[in-house]
């Protein structure tokens, strides 16, 4: 392969490739890697057979709510009704006080300021906020960059961000790179979310690349959805991610976070989710530091859960305010 | 404002999450004191006045009585089947034999928490897997079946397809009661009568099937079941009133009935041992291929006869792959089989722990590395960690023999012709895994390796429809699918 060999070697005999063709040498060439979509559900469907009992069963229940990000992003939202939430938020159950407060509140940036007065400064209870046009992301990076800059100016601890699905799709891989390395900086010190919206990216191929590159580019946490469409968060597709953070933890150290967001209504399915995730990554990351559940109805089904496990019996939906 | 400030107060420490027990129900199942033998329809003693106990695996706690057929027995049990066939099984309309399969696939359905019970009981399998594959599998064959019996025209065309006559059928100790939907179904749908001897000590499952029979008012002495040691086996085989005799078990018995049957004109299907490749090639879906190694080799304790017990990885990604592997071991949980977040069971047996014993021993004095994942194994009963051996010679005892539990032996290779020559070199052939992004790969490696079955991206996949058996010392004949009807057909063309 003589051309070949002349264009890895310079005039001066020193190995130079191509611009954009640099290969690194060690130890390995980056390994994407494939999913087998077949092979992949049948394990996330196998781990959700998991049976979990009493005093575990309990125990879960109450990790759900502290990884609660409470949420509410309708066109119709209110001081009112985010007031109303961030009540909820810390003091879920207001009939049982060992019932622990959510992780945080999400909003739009509009509504930061209410939740901010609301929660106070002390933070137990954080606001997340989602920013750069979302939820589609189809808007200049001038735009996106001053959405997260209002929302973290107005208080957002936490920043939900979208990829440019149209990017990754039409395989601008290196645009939706830097985007989210852009993003990442304007939020700084803002803990940085990067939604795939895996519904729209159509194989566990796609959803593995774009968790990869997200991390690469500096997420803190990764999250499946905007909650917009459907289909949103999966058991399977959280798996496929939660297999990709294990992979950078493994080549890196870095643990990155996960945030299933959307369609997850009930405690059963959260708990399957806390198996995949104690199974796959284990005990570190069985924090709010490092897992949150993105929902809006999910938390009153756990609190049902949890009256049930301790008086044995369930109470009417009526016992627990709708927010 | 600062970093610390913007975190908040300090964060818990993560949670220390275990999982409760989750026993399933053991007083679904009530064993009786003592089972006779199920002869010509009906529950009698043994002539042999000899009993043996069965006990259970996970807690060497007794469960039930035996009998223990002798040759007197085994005799009598051939001769109702004889008569049964002879008094009607065999020109009973095919429909009809389509109705009484029907039924107890449909028993096998309706009792199914209870005989999986039984099963986990008695073989020391985890309950997840005799609820999920063992019964719901047998049922299948049973159905699967009942579908051909009046069909066996059109699965043979003009070749005129008649019964046997009377089947004797010896069935293993992993999969009790899918071993024996394996072989009676078939049996029953062509018109054969069985005598069928289930494994020593997994004999229970076998003996509620006889009455799972009377339920379905099947015919006296179409089913015929008679318990023992290996002399109940080989008085069987022996037995000059057979027409065919159908065998799951080990090669070296398989062997010694090949050769009681020569010269005998009886057809005879041995299903046996064996040390089946999974190869692991480096474009996989490792994470994928990762569960598809634990499924293949820890899958019932290892305790299957087309168990990937070789692994072999090409050299370019062992290094992650096994990391991934060791992580994925301390993730098993191993313990009581009856718990419903059980991955790896009881070995079935004294005599098979000794086995998987001293085959590790030799593995360890070759030289070869050794891994287990920390856990605790219950100190009663037979228990065997998942183990996994790395950097294991070609030649060494436990890349060439047989274990037949939970161990895994790592080898490497670095073309997709060496894979397949490394493969190749064994002298069993029945199953194989090929692990691979490319489909013209699976291709290429499944027309040459020589397995009964070779499994893509996936492994211990079992359907009615597909046939099962082996290459070379795994045996001959094949069971499920049209092709395990001929075992059991004579052909009048």
Known sequence: ?323 | MSEIEHRGPAAPAPLEWEYAPAPEARDIVSFRERYGLYIGGEVVDPRSGDWFTTSSPADESPLAEVAQASGEDVGLAVDAARAAYEDGWSSLRPAERAKYLFRIARILQERSRELAVAESLDGGKPIKESRDVDLPLAAAHFFYHAGWADKLEYAFPNRNPRPLGVAGQIIPWNFPLLMLAWKVAPALACGNTVVLKPAETTPLTALMFADVCRQAELPAGVVNIVTGDGSTGAELVRNEGLDKVAFTGSTEVGKAIQRELAGRGIPLTLELGGKAANIVFDDCALDQAVEGIVNGIYFNQGHVCCAGSRLLVQESIAEPLIGKLKRRLQTLRVGDPLDKNTDVGAINSRAQLEKIRELVASGEADGAEIYQPPCVLPERGYWFAPTVFVNVAQSSRIATEEIFGPVLSVLTFRTPDEAVEKANNTPYGLSAGVWTEKGSRILWMASRLRAGVVWANTFNRFDPASPFGGYKESGFGREGGRHGLEAYLRFDE
């Not at chain 1, 559900?41 to 009992?53: C, V």
């Not at chain 1, 879920?92 to 400064?121: F, H, K």
């Open chain 1, 1 to 323: 392969m003589p051309a070949l060999a002349s264009r890895l070697k310079g005039m001066d005999g020193t190995a130079t490739l191509t611009r954009g063709f640099e290969l690194p040498l060690e130890p390995r060439l980056p390994r994407i890697g494939a999913v087998d979509a077949v092979a992949l559900e049948a394990r996330a469907a196998d781990l959700a057979k998991r049976s979990i009992k009493r005093e575990s069963k309990l125990a879960a229940l109450d990790l759900i709510i502290r990884m609660t990000d409470l949420t509410t992003l309708e066109g119709a939202d209110t001081p009112g009704k985010v007031a109303a939430l961030c009540q909820k938020a810390v003091r879920p159950d207001p009939l049982d006080p060992s019932v622990p407060s959510v992780a945080a509140v999400c909003v739009y940036p509009n509504l930061v300021p209410v939740a901010r007065e609301r929660l106070g400064p002390d933070r137990s209870v954080r606001i997340a906020s989602v920013a750069t046009a979302f939820p589609s992301g189809q808007s200049p990076i001038e735009v996106k960059l001053a959405d997260v800059r209002a929302a973290v100016e107005m208080g957002a601890d936490e920043v939900d961000m979208v990829i440019d699905r149209g990017a990754f799709l039409s395989g601008r891989y290196a645009k939706m790179y830097d985007e989210i390395v852009k993003v990442k900086e304007a939020a700084a010190p803002a803990h940085l979310k990067v939604i795939l919206e895996t519904g729209e990216l159509g194989t566990y191929d796609n959803v593995r690349r774009a968790s990869l590159l997200a991390m690469a580019a500096g997420a803190d946490f990764i999250k499946t959805s905007t909650g917009k469409i459907s289909p949103a968060s999966t058991l399977p597709v959280t798996l496929c991610m939660l297999e990709a953070i294990r992979d950078v933890e493994a080549e890196t150290g870095r643990q990155v976070g996960m945030k299933p967001a959307g369609g997850i209504r009930h405690a059963k399915l959260a708990i399957q989710h806390l198996c995949v995730l104690s199974e796959t990554l284990g005990r570190d990351w069985l924090t709010p530091e490092r897992f949150r559940f993105g929902a809006s109805s999910l938390v009153n089904d756990v609190l049902m859960q949890i009256r049930k496990q301790k008086t044995g019996a369930y109470q009417s939906p009526d016992y627990f305010t709708v927010d």
